[in-house]
């Protein structure tokens, strides 16, 4: 099983990024996948999730209007959309696979948001 996150970077304030995380070794198209952020000496958090045919999307309120999660279950791929960036968005982000007990989690894009 992999996840691999890419797309982090350094960007200036109110700026835009594009995450992806291809996965495979699993039948993703059966898993509902999420955006964890974790940054430092803060406890990781729920960014925003979808679910297995992508029907349904949930967000954090801290991003509600701001990030868009997609999936292209032909490309086993997983997007985050992030957009009007701020400092507070900086941190380490995750993607997440989930389906009943089965977790699987890659290993970290690192996003800073600073002018």
């Known amino acids: 099983v992999q996840l691999v996150e890419s797309g982090g970077g350094l960007v200036q304030p109110g700026g835009s990024l594009r995450l992806s995380c291809a996965a495979s070794?699993?039948?993703?198209?059966?898993?509902?996948m999420s955006w964890y952020r974790q940054a430092p000496g803060k406890a990781r958090e729920l960014v925003a999730s979808?679910?297995?045919?992508?029907?349904?999307?949930n967000y954090a309120d801290s991003v509600k209007g701001r990030f868009t999660i997609s999936r292209d279950n032909a490309k086993n791929t997983v997007y985050l959309q992030m957009n009007s960036l701020k400092p507070e968005d900086t941190a380490m982000y995750y993607c997440?696979?989930?389906?009943?007990?089965?977790?699987?989690w890659g290993q970290g894009t690192q996003v800073t948001v600073s002018s």
């Open positions: 997440n696979a989930n389906r009943w007990v089965k977790n699987y």
């Open positions: 070794g699993f039948p993703f198209s059966g898993y509902a």
């Open positions: 979808i679910t297995s045919a992508g029907g349904s999307t």
